[in-house]
């Protein structure tokens, strides 16, 4: 069984960044690969059903002037390339570029960092010094206070170069029209912030986009085909990272930023998989100068929406599906069997990448919440029945699960589970009300929305259901959803808590988002009023009371969860009681171990829990 699992995993093609240029379309094309133990992307060109690939190690296909332009990794780092040519011979590499279709203009970013984010073993190690508050990043390490964000312009025709601006404040690229650059900065030198700021640059001059967003977050931005207005998708930050998001409109000539799509839906493309690897440039475009189309988040998957400047709103789709990338005419989109393909619009489809494996489809169900809203669920059955059955909880709590593709959900079903997983209060896609009511309210009608939800499908799916043999598993803030269960339930078999929060005392000072996300979401910082607070919502509070055996899974390498919060957890139950209990560490893996970590980690991860929930079933 577990071979299968293992050959599933490098099976799968995932694809992402669509464009058309002529009568072709252009995408990434991302694969796994089992003897190099790495990800592989590749540029692939899709014309008459016929997929070729036109560069290895490369992504971000985009139009120059009606010639392909790509980044492709040349001796470790990414340079750009146009019609197959380099184009930059960067040192540093190329991080970010954006082009358009109608000139030979483009503007590129590179980061030059000098010290390195995963300390190094050395003959003379140098002390490192820390100055900023958000001094390091999950996924990344520490960060270089002196890192240097450059945007350089290149005028592919004659191969002219000019830097245009060059500064130590962190920079996103955005977008481009006829030498004005739309750009995000932020002072929070990790990247980590819930708040950045928008910028045009304009002949070395800094205009403020978003001057009426002074807390809030732009997420993207692109100018209208004539180059006067900037639709944007951001947000004002009333909510932090609660906060769900609109599309507002920058008129240049007037300097105001209007809000012209501010329903209860989430302007954001925010589907959850564990298979997509890489995000398209933008989440929208403009049909003409009128018309601007987008996708939105809803009710666990995507909407494609057109929305005139005027803000006249029209719903193209609402498929319950994920879309992951889209041009005028074809989309790629992901159902709970699919992982991704590319269709038309009316549904054709254009490719779909073989898959030696038949994945089994999500069954959506939905449950009463205690304030009497609905709340979504998915269960996904075992081949044989009836089956144990795993209850799985997602992170966040601002995310959600979604009608869209999940590798690992597919996996315990090959190896004899029931999969139930649920969106409760504080996921996201569901409006503005439910995404922020647990702010200062961890544990509370989530833990309940999460165990109604479970026993809403034990009396759905009763036939199909093993009822002695349940389990539960989660990771990041599943993880603490999962230790804050046993805690205070004692129905499981037994229990996986992945990357968990235990401690949010110690969370507070030692993760890379503690301080600011204690304050936004639980309401409360490090003074002495909130030490008794802080530990009351803390699973760690609550130990002595767990009777389900609980394995732990940590990546060594965690600054959002760092291990510690772990091994707090594996004393404390160790020392005040005699449940079992085993920690496992796993090397070199930041907090995003199951989505992005090394293949081989992603699959010795299931094999420890399969092994966990087998010592334990009936």
């Keep these: 069984m577990m071979k299968k699992l293992d050959k599933s995993l490098f099976n799968i093609k995932s694809l992402s960044q669509l464009i058309k240029i002529s009568e072709r379309y252009y995408f990434t094309q991302t694969q796994l690969r089992e003897v190099e133990n790495d990800t592989q992307h590749r540029v692939c060109q899709l014309v008459d059903g016929q997929v070729n690939v036109i560069a290895e190690d490369a992504w971000l296909p985009q139009n120059v002037n ?32 954006t082009a358009t279709a109608d000139n030979n203009h483009v503007y590129y970013l590179t980061i030059t960092s000098h010290q390195s984010p995963i300390p190094v073993l050395s003959e003379r190690p140098i ?20 890192t240097q964000y450059r945007i350089t312009y290149l005028d592919i025709s004659k191969d002219l170069t000019k830097v245009v601006l060059n500064t130590t404040t962190r920079t996103t690229l955005l977008d481009q029209f006829d030498h004005k650059l739309l750009l995000t900065q932020t002072d929070n030198i990790a990247g980590l912030g819930e708040s950045n700021k928008t910028f ?10 978003s001057q009426n967003l002074p807390h809030g977050l732009t997420a993207d931005g692109i100018f209208d085909p004539k ?31 209007t809000p012209i799509f501010d ?28 018309e601007i189309e987008f996708v939105a988040t809803y009710h666990g998957h995507n909407r494609l929406y057109r929305l005139t400047t005027d803000g006249i709103l029209t719903l193209l789709d609402d498929t319950q599906r994920a879309i992951l990338s889209f041009t005028s005419e074809a989309l790629i989109t992901s159902y709970t069997n699919i992982p991704s393909q590319i269709e038309t619009r009316h549904g054709d489809i254009l490719y779909r990448p073989d898959s030696k494996e038949a994945f089994v489809v999500a069954q959506k169900y939905q449950f009463a919440s205690e304030d009497g809203s609905m709340v979504d669920g998915w269960f996904m059955h075992a081949q044989r029945q009836p089956a144990p059955t795993l209850l799985y909880i997602h992170g966040g709590p601002h995310a959600a699960y979604a009608d869209a593709f999940f590798w690992e959900f597919q996996m315990w079903v090959s190896l004899g589970y029931n999969v139930v997983f649920t969106n409760p209060h504080g996921s996201t896609s ?13 544990g509370e009608q989530d833990y309940r929305d999460v165990m109604t939800g ?24 599943g993880g603490y959803m999962t230790t804050w269960i046993i805690g205070h339930d004692q129905r499981f078999k037994a229990a996986v ?36 607070k802080l530990w009351a919502i803390s699973p760690l509070a609550y130990a002595k009371n767990v009777r389900t055996p609980i394995l732990l899974l940590h990546g060594e390498y965690d600054l959002r969860t760092p291990l510690g919060q772990s091994e707090e957890y594996f004393m404390a139950i160790k020392t005040q009681t005699d449940t079992p209990i085993e920690i496992v560490r796993l090397p070199e893996s930041f907090h995003g171990v199951s989505r992005n970590g090394r293949p081989n980690l992603r699959i010795a991860r299931l094999k420890v829990m399969d092994d966990w929930f087998s010592k334990f079933k009936n």
């Design 127 to 146: 002390p490192r010094r820390i100055t900023e508050k958000n001094y390091k990043a999950d996924g990344y390490g520490l960060i270089d206070e002196s």
């Design 200 to 209: 045009l640059l304009v002949s070395g001059q800094m205009i403020e986009v």
């Design 497 to 532: 808590a992945q990357r968990p929060v235990i401690n949010w005392i110690s969370m507070f000072g030692t993760s890379d988002i503690g301080y600011d996300f204690s304050k936004a979401e639980l309401k409360l910082d490090l003074q002495d009023n909130n030490i008794s």
């Design 430 to 442: 569901y409006g503005q009300d439910f995404v922020r009511s647990v702010i200062g309210h961890y």
């Design 454 to 477: 479970f026993e809403a499908a034990l009396s759905k799916f009763s036939d199909v259901i093993d009822v002695h043999n349940v389990f539960v598993a989660g990771g990041s803030y």
């Design 66 to 97: 009606g010639q392909l332009a790509y980044l492709q990794k040349i001796d470790g780092v990414a340079q750009l390339f146009v019609a197959g040519e380099q184009k930059t011979f960067e040192a540093a590499g190329v991080h970010q570029y």
């Design 227 to 257: 180059g006067e207005k900037i639709a944007l998708i951001a947000h004002d930050g009333q909510y932090t990272n609660a906060r769900i998001f609109g599309v507002y409109l920058y008129d240049i000539k007037r300097s105001t930023l």
């Design 263 to 290: 329903s209860d839906v989430d302007a954001l493309q925010d589907t959850m998989s564990d298979v997509v690897f890489l995000k398209s440039m933008h989440q929208l475009f403009w049909r003409n100068d009128t």
